[in-house]
C-alpha cells in the first residue's frame, strides 16, 4: 500500500497537476514531463470530465482516504467509484459516519472530508471552459496563471489567493453532518473552531437552511454558544433568529453566566461579525447589550490586572498565554468596542468606560471629561497600531478558537478607530 | 500687556510643569480636583501626556495599568502628586502611591502650601527648610517599607494582587501601612536579571534609589470666572481658622470682630497666615506689584505679613501695578446672609452638595492634640454635580441614550466582579435600577461640574451678573441657539421673551436625544438643569419667602426696635405655627416654607439690622429688656415643641433628651385621648385620685422635675444663642473709626429698598478718591526707606490711594457670595472708571446656607 501511494504521487507530479498534499521532496526533485502535458491536454481534460474516477487525481485522493480513515475504521473503504459524482461521495461519507461516535473519529473523516474538498472544488474550475472556442484560450490562460502560481501555494498552503468571493461548499452536506455529530457529542468548541478555520478560506460550510437546523439543533444547549456558532456563518435570518432567541431567554433569566466569565471568543465574534452595531443600537437586544457591558467590565478589570503582574513577576518571562489574552483584549477587542460605541452615538458610555480603563479621578464627572477621554484613547489607539507594525504574537498564542475572527479584528482595527474618530465634533468647540 | 484672566493664568501654570506630567501618572487631591475643575484642567493633562489622572486619596495598584496607547510596552515610571494640602496631611496618601506601584522611579509632588508656609503652621513637623525636609523624609519612609517587604522575601510565592486589593474604597486602608505592597522589581534586587541595563549605572546595592522633588505649585484656587476665585473648600487653606475662639470670634471660618486692638505673634490663626502666603505667591505668579490696603483687624495682619515677606528685589522689577484691598466678611455678614437677586447664589443654593474627605480629621493624630486642629473648618465641597439622570427618563423607552444608566451599571458590575468570590449569579434586572434615582446618585457618574470653564464656554461669567429672570432668559437664548447649530427646530409658542421652565425642560429633551450632541452642548444643559432645580418647589417657594420676610425686616429696621422685635416674634411663631397647621392639615401655604433654622437666619438677619440702625448700648443688645425675653421664650417654646427638626450646635449633648421628650407626646397624640388636652396639674390631680400608689407619684414627680430640667438647660443654651446674637449685632460699637468710616459709606446707598453690600459702597468710594476712615495703607519696605530717608529733609509724600490702580484685587476672608461679586460689577459700571480691572476674590462662595452652617451649624464653634 505504501509503495502504491508513493507511485501515485510520483505520476502526479509527471503530469505537473500537483495536490496539496504531496510531498515537498517530491516536487522539487521531479520535473513535469512537457510532452505528456502538450498532446495530451484535450484529452486529459476530456478524460476528467467523462469518468474522473478514471483519473491518476481521484485515485490518489481515494487510496488516501481509505488509509486515513482505515486508523479509526478499520472495515471501511472508499473506491474511486465512490468519488466519482458529488453524489455518490456525499452518500459514500454519510454513510461512513454512522460508524463514526468519538471526537477522534470525527476529526479523522474532517480530515478526509477536506482531501475531497481539492477534488471537487476544481471540478468547477473545468465547466465555464466547454462552452465555446473562446473560453478555451481564456482556460489555457487560467491554467499558465495556475502554473505560475504554484510555487506560491507551496510556500503557504494555508492561503488561497485564487478566488476572494464567498461560496458554499459543494461538500456542505457532509460538514453539516460532522457539525451534528460534534453537537451531539458535546463539543460546540470543536465546531467553532471548524468554522472559524472555514472563514479564513472564505468558504462556508453549510448553507442557509443547515444553519437553520443548526439554530434548532443547538439552541437546547447554551444560548451564548449558539450565538457565538451564529456569529461564525453569514446568514443574516439565521442570526436574528438566534439573537431573539438570546434575548428572550436572558429576559426569563434562564441564561448561565458562569461559564462565560472569560469569555474573549464570545466578545472578538459579536464585534468581528458586525452585529454589535444592530445589539447597540436597537432596543429590543437591550439584555444581550448590557451582558456584553458586564463582559468588557469584566474582562477589562482581568486583563489589568494580569499585566500588572506581568510587570512585577519575579522572572520577568515571556508572555504566557493568560498575558497575551490580557494584550489581545486591551490591543484589539477593547479598541474595536470602543469605536464601535462612538461610531452608534454611545458616546457617553464610550467616555464613562475609557474613565473607568484609565482610571480617572472618581470624583470628576463624565460630562465634563468624556470628550477629551474619548479623543485622546482613540487617537492613542491609532499611534499604536502605527508603531506595532510587526507581528502580534498575543494573536496567535493565546488558546483561543477563532483565530481568524481576531485576525480580521486586527486588520480592520486602525480604520475603524479612524471612523470614529471622524465622527467626533471639532476640537475647537 | 494683556488683561488679567484667572483662568488663563491657572491652566498657564500647569503647562510649566508640562515636563513632570508627560508619561507620569498624576494624583490629585480632593482640593486640587476642586480647582482643575473650575478651570477645565482635565483636557490639558491629557495634551501633556499624563499617563492616567487618579486620586490621590483612593489610589489603586491599578492606576499604573492605565495607559493611553495601549502599548503596555513599560510600567510606569514617574509620578506626580498636586496636593492643596500640608506635606504632612498628605504624606501617607503619598507613601501609599508610591507602595502601590513598585516601578516608580522619580516622584514630583506639587504642594500649594509654600515653604514658608509650612514652617509657620503650628502643626507642622517641618522647619525653614520644609521641602527638602520632605524629599528626605520620603526617600527614608519608601526605604523603610522596601526593607519591611525585602524580609517578607520568604513569602515570594504568594500572589500580592489578589481582587480585594484593587478595590478602590478608601476606607478599606484604615490600616495603609499593612495596604502596602509592593511587586518583585528587578530594579530592586541587583542580583536577578537587570533588564533595564541603560540605568544599572544607577542602581545602589539595595535597589535604585527613590528620587522625590518637592515644588511650590501656588495655582491652585478655584476661578468662577476669569476674575473671580475663591480658594477650594477641601485645601488646607480654606480648611485652617481664620479666627481663634475668643470672645469677639464669630465662627472658625469667619474673621473675628474687629476691635482695633492688635493680634500678638501666637495668636495668629493659621488660616490667616497661609491667606497672606497665598496672596502673596497669587501676585507673584501673575507678575504683580502690590500697593496693599487692608480693611478689618484680620485684613491688617495679612497686610502687614505680605510686607514683611516682600523684598527690595521686587521692586527693581518691571511688573505690573495692581492694588490689592483685604476685607474681612465680618464687616457686612448681611450680604451673604441675605436671599437677594442673584441667579447664581439661587442656583449653588438649590443643587445637592456632597460632604467633604472626612479622612484627614481622622488622620490627626490623637497622642498630641492641638487647639488648632480642634478648630479645622469644615467646608462643604463647591465640587457641585448637576445631576443629567433626567435627561434618561424613560419617557422615551426607545431612545438609545436611555438605555445609558443600564449600559453603565452593567459595565460596572463587572468590573467589580473580580471581587465577588462566589459565583456571580445572573445580573440583575438594570432596567429598573438604572431609572432610581437614588440608586444612579450612589454611582455619581452620569453628572457634570457645575462650577466649571472649560474651553471656549463662558456661561458662568454671564450668569453671575443676572437675576433669576434675566438670567432664565438668558440660558434659554443659549438653549436656542444650541438646537440651531444642531439644526434642531423649537416651535417657540407664547411670547418671545418670556421663558418658563418647562419651555427649558423640553429644549433640554431635544438637545439630549443624541449623546454627541448632549456632550457637545453639555454647558448650557448643566446650566438649564440647574435653572429647573432652583425653580422648581419647594426651592422656589423657600426662596421667595425668605425675600419677602429679609425685605419686611429691611424695611421695619427703618422703623423702632419694638418694630422689628414684633416681626421676629411673628417669623418664629410662623414658623411654629405651620408645623403645627401642616399636621392638622397637611396643605402648604408659602409663607409657611421657612423652618426653625431658617427663622434662626432670619433673627441674625434682623439683629444685625438692628446693629446698624440702633447702635445703643454693648452689653444688652439692640431690644428691650422685655423684647428679647419675649424672643427668648418662643425660641425656647420652638425648640420643646419639635426636637426632632433641631440639629444645632449650641444644643450638641441635648439631642438625647429633646428626642425622649419627644416621643410620650407622640404616644400621647396616637391616643387621642381627652386628657392630652388638659393641662398637667388637672393630669396630677386625676393621678392622685387613683389612691395612694407612692411608687407612681414618685415618678411622675421625678418625670416632671426631668422636664423642668431639660427646659432650664434649653433656655440656659438660648441664653448663650442671644449672647452671640448681641454680638453681631455690636459690630460697629466695637470700633469707632471702623464704624464711622462704615456709617459713611451709607451716602452711595440710592435706594432704601434695595441695600447694596459693603464691597458695592467701599468700590464705589474708593474709586471717586473718597477717604475712608479705617482703611489702612501697608507701605513696601522701599517705601518705608525712602519715606524715613526723604523725611529728614521735610519733603511730604502723598499718601498713595487704592482707586488709582487699573488692576484691583479685592479679597475677603472669610469668603465672597454670588450677590456680591454681581453688586460689585455693577459698581465698576456705575462708576467713572468703567475701564478698570477689577479681580475679586474670597476664602470660600458662601450662600445663605453656608452662612448659618458657620455661625450656628457644623461649622461653628461649639
Not at chain 2, 60 to 79: G, N
Request: net charge negative; charged share 25%.
Amino acid at each position: 500500500s505504501q509503495l502504491r501511494v508513493y507511485a501515485l504521487q510520483l505520476m502526479q507530479c509527471i503530469t505537473g497537476r500537483n495536490l496539496k498534499s504531496l510531498p515537498n521532496e517530491l516536487v522539487s526533485q521531479v520535473e513535469p514531463w512537457e510532452l505528456w502535458y502538450e498532446p495530451g491536454t484535450g484529452s486529459s481534460v476530456a478524460d476528467d470530465n467523462n469518468s474522473p474516477s478514471s483519473s491518476i487525481t481521484g485515485t490518489l485522493v481515494a487510496l488516501r482516504s481509505t488509509q486515513m480513515i482505515t486508523t479509526v475504521l478499520p472495515n471501511a473503504n472508499i473506491t474511486p467509484n465512490n468519488l466519482g459524482t458529488l453524489d455518490s461521495a456525499v452518500s459514500c461519507f454519510l454513510h461512513l459516519s454512522e460508524s463514526a461516535s468519538s471526537v477522534e473519529t470525527i476529526a479523522v473523516m474532517e480530515a478526509v472530508l477536506e482531501e475531497w474538498e481539492q477534488l471537487f472544488s476544481s471540478k468547477e474550475e473545468y465547466v465555464p471552459p466547454q462552452e465555446s472556442p473562446k473560453e478555451t484560450n481564456d482556460w489555457s490562460d487560467d491554467w499558465d496563471d495556475g502554473w505560475e502560481a504554484l510555487p506560491e501555494e507551496l510556500e503557504s498552503p494555508t492561503k488561497k489567493h485564487g478566488r476572494t468571493s464567498l461560496s458554499v461548499d459543494p461538500l456542505h452536506t457532509c460538514w453539516m453532518e460532522i457539525i451534528r455529530k460534534l453537537v451531539e457529542l458535546g463539543e460546540p468548541h470543536k465546531v467553532i473552531e471548524l468554522l472559524d478555520r472555514a472563514s479564513s478560506r472564505n468558504s462556508m460550510l453549510i448553507e442557509d437552511d443547515e444553519a437553520n437546523r443548526l439554530l434548532e439543533l443547538i439552541s437546547a444547549m447554551e444560548p451564548l454558544m449558539a450565538l457565538k456558532i451564529m456569529l461564525l456563518l453569514p446568514y443574516e435570518t439565521t442570526r436574528l433568529r438566534c439573537l431573539q432567541m438570546v434575548e428572550a431567554k436572558m429576559r426569563e433569566g434562564t441564561v448561565s453566566t458562569s461559564s462565560n466569565a472569560d469569555d474573549h471568543e464570545l466578545l472578538a465574534l459579536v464585534l468581528s461579525s458586525g452585529v454589535l452595531q444592530r445589539i447597540v443600537t436597537e432596543v429590543e437586544y437591550s439584555k444581550l447589550f448590557s451582558h456584553i457591558c458586564h463582559l468588557v467590565g469584566h474582562l477589562a478589570r482581568s486583563s489589568q490586572n494580569d499585566l500588572l503582574v506581568k510587570w512585577n513577576d519575579e522572572a520577568n518571562a515571556p508572555g504566557t498565554s493568560k498575558t497575551n489574552k490580557s494584550l489581545l483584549f486591551a490591543r484589539v477587542l477593547f479598541p474595536s468596542f470602543i469605536s464601535e460605541l462612538v461610531l452608534r452615538g454611545q458616546y457617553l458610555l464610550a467616555g464613562f468606560v475609557i474613565s473607568r480603563w484609565m482610571h480617572t479621578h472618581p470624583s470628576l464627572g463624565l460630562m465634563d471629561v468624556a470628550e477629551a477621554s474619548v479623543r485622546r484613547y482613540l487617537n492613542g489607539q491609532i499611534v499604536q497600531a502605527q508603531q506595532l507594525g510587526g507581528t502580534d504574537v498575543f494573536l496567535t498564542d493565546n488558546e483561543l478558537s477563532v483565530s481568524h475572527a481576531l485576525s480580521t479584528l486586527r486588520s480592520n482595527l486602525v480604520s475603524l478607530v479612524q471612523a470614529a474618530l471622524a465622527t467626533l465634533p471639532n476640537q475647537d468647540l | 500687556m494683556g488683561s488679567v484672566d484667572l483662568i488663563a493664568a491657572c491652566l498657564d501654570s500647569i503647562r510649566q510643569i508640562g515636563d513632570e506630567i508627560a508619561d507620569a501618572l498624576v494624583y490629585l487631591d480632593a482640593g486640587t480636583l476642586e480647582a482643575f475643575q473650575f478651570i477645565g484642567a482635565f483636557p490639558l493633562l491629557l495634551e501633556l501626556g499624563a499617563r492616567a489622572i487618579c486620586s490621590l486619596e483612593n489610589a489603586s495598584p491599578l492606576d499604573a495599568a492605565a495607559e493611553w496607547h495601549s502599548s503596555f510596552a513599560h510600567p510606569a515610571r514617574k509620578i506626580v502628586v498636586i496636593t492643596s494640602r500640608l506635606l504632612s496631611d498628605a504624606h501617607r496618601y503619598i507613601l501609599r502611591c508610591l507602595g502601590n506601584h513598585g516601578t516608580i522611579s522619580h516622584c514630583t509632588v506639587l504642594t500649594a502650601i509654600s515653604e514658608v508656609g509650612h514652617s509657620a503652621y503650628v502643626d507642622s513637623p517641618f522647619g525653614p527648610d520644609a521641602f527638602r525636609e520632605y524629599e528626605t523624609l520620603l526617600t527614608q519612609d519608601h526605604e523603610e517599607l522596601l526593607k519591611k517587604y525585602e524580609k517578607s522575601d520568604e513569602h515570594k510565592d504568594t500572589t500580592f494582587y489578589t481582587g480585594k486589593d484593587f478595590t478602590s474604597d478608601g476606607g478599606r486602608y484604615s490600616n495603609w501601612e499593612s495596604g502596602v505592597h509592593y511587586g518583585s522589581n528587578s530594579e530592586s534586587s541587583p542580583t536577578k536579571k537587570d533588564l533595564f541595563a541603560d540605568e544599572s549605572s544607577q542602581l545602589e546595592t539595595k535597589g535604585k534609589r527613590l528620587s522625590v522633588t518637592v515644588t511650590h505649585f501656588p495655582m491652585i484656587f478655584s476661578p468662577i470666572s476669569s476674575r473671580t476665585f475663591v480658594l477650594p473648600s477641601e485645601g488646607t487653606m480654606a480648611e485652617s481658622c481664620l479666627s481663634n475662639h475668643h470672645e469677639d470670634s464669630l465662627s472658625p471660618g469667619l474673621p473675628p470682630i474687629s476691635t482695633g486692638r492688635s493680634f500678638d505673634g501666637d495668636e495668629i490663626p493659621p488660616g490667616v497666615t497661609l491667606t497672606a502666603q497665598f496672596l502673596y505667591h497669587l501676585a507673584s505668579k501673575m507678575d504683580l506689584k502690590l500697593d496693599i490696603f487692608s480693611l478689618g483687624d484680620t485684613s491688617k495682619v495679612i497686610g502687614k505679613l505680605m510686607m514683611d515677606m516682600s523684598s527690595l528685589y521686587d521692586v527693581g522689577r518691571n511688573k505690573r501695578s495692581a492694588g490689592l484691598l483685604i476685607v474681612d466678611r465680618t464687616l457686612d455678614l448681611l450680604t451673604p446672609c441675605f436671599h437677594g437677586d442673584s441667579f447664581l447664589d439661587r442656583m449653588l443654593s438649590s443643587l445637592t452638595r456632597k460632604e467633604g474627605t472626612s479622612s484627614y480629621f481622622v488622620s490627626k493624630n490623637p497622642q498630641t492634640p492641638s487647639k488648632h486642629s480642634e478648630a479645622t473648618v469644615k467646608r462643604i465641597p463647591l465640587d457641585i454635580k448637576v445631576p443629567f439622570e433626567k435627561v434618561f427618563s424613560k419617557e422615551e423607552p426607545k431612545s438609545r441614550t436611555s438605555m445609558l444608566p443600564e449600559s453603565i451599571m452593567s459595565f460596572v458590575s463587572g468590573w467589580n466582579s473580580a471581587e465577588v468570590e462566589s459565583e456571580v449569579t445572573w445580573l440583575p434586572d438594570y432596567a429598573d435600577k438604572a431609572h432610581d434615582d437614588k440608586l444612579s446618585s450612589q454611582h455619581g457618574s452620569l453628572n457634570g461640574s457645575f462650577l466649571s470653564n472649560y474651553a471656549g464656554v463662558c456661561y458662568l461669567e454671564s450668569l453671575l451678573d443676572r437675576g433669576a429672570k434675566d438670567g432664565l432668559m438668558l440660558i434659554k437664548k443659549w438653549l436656542m441657539e444650541a438646537l440651531q447649530h444642531e439644526k434642531l427646530s423649537f416651535p417657540s409658542k407664547g411670547r418671545q421673551g418670556a421663558a418658563s421652565v418647562s419651555e427649558l425642560h423640553s429644549m433640554v429633551q431635544m438637545l439630549s436625544r443624541d449623546q454627541l450632541s448632549l456632550v457637545r452642548n453639555r454647558g448650557v444643559i448643566q446650566l438649564a438643569l440647574a435653572a429647573e432645580m432652583a425653580l422648581q418647589e419647594p426651592q422656589s417657594s423657600r426662596w421667595d419667602a425668605f425675600t419677602s420676610a429679609e425685605r419686611i425686616l429691611s424695611v421695619t429696621s427703618a422703623e423702632t426696635t419694638q418694630s422689628l422685635a414684633s416681626e421676629l416674634r411673628d417669623f418664629i411663631n410662623t414658623s411654629t405655627s405651620v408645623e403645627s397647621h401642616k399636621q392638622a392639615n397637611k396643605t402648604e401655604s408659602s409663607q409657611g416654607l421657612l423652618s426653625f433654622q431658617d427663622v434662626l437666619l432670619l433673627t441674625i438677619i434682623g439683629y444685625i439690622l438692628a446693629g446698624e440702625n440702633f447702635p445703643t448700648s454693648i452689653a444688652g443688645g439692640p431690644f428691650s429688656w422685655e423684647d428679647e425675653r419675649s424672643l427668648k421664650d418662643i425660641v425656647v417654646d420652638s425648640i420643646l415643641d419639635r426636637p426632632s427638626s433641631v440639629k444645632l450646635r449650641f444644643l450638641v449633648g441635648l439631642e438625647n433628651e429633646l428626642e425622649a421628650k419627644a416621643r410620650p407626646k407622640d404616644g400621647d397624640k396616637s391616643n387621642d385621648s381627652i386628657e392630652a388636652s388638659k393641662s398637667t396639674d388637672d393630669f396630677d390631680d386625676q393621678w392622685d385620685s387613683w389612691g395612694d400608689d407612692d411608687d407612681n407619684t414618685d415618678d411622675q414627680k421625678d418625670e416632671a422635675y426631668g422636664d423642668m430640667q431639660l427646659k432650664l438647660e434649653v433656655r440656659d443654651r438660648v441664653d448663650q444663642l442671644f449672647k452671640f446674637f448681641h454680638n453681631l449685632s455690636s459690630m460697629r460699637l466695637r470700633n469707632q473709626t471702623l464704624g464711622e468710616g462704615l456709617a459713611a459709606l451709607s451716602r452711595f446707598e440710592t435706594d432704601i429698598y434695595s441695600r447694596k453690600g459693603l464691597l458695592y459702597k467701599l468700590l464705589l468710594a474708593v474709586l471717586a478718591r473718597y477717604d475712608i476712615p479705617g482703611l489702612e495703607y501697608h507701605s513696601s519696605a522701599v517705601g518705608r526707606l525712602f519715606k524715613s530717608g526723604l523725611g529728614r529733609f521735610g519733603l511730604g509724600q502723598s499718601k498713595p490711594s487704592f482707586g488709582d490702580q487699573s488692576i484691583l484685587i479685592v479679597f475677603v476672608v472669610g469668603g465672597i457670595n454670588a450677590l456680591e461679586v454681581r453688586e460689585v460689577m455693577k459698581a465698576i459700571s456705575d462708576s467713572s472708571r468703567p475701564d478698570v480691572e477689577l479681580i475679586l476674590g474670597g476664602t470660600t462662595l458662601l450662600t445663605p446656607d453656608d452662612m448659618f452652617e458657620l455661625m450656628l451649624g457644623s461649622s461653628s464653634f461649639s
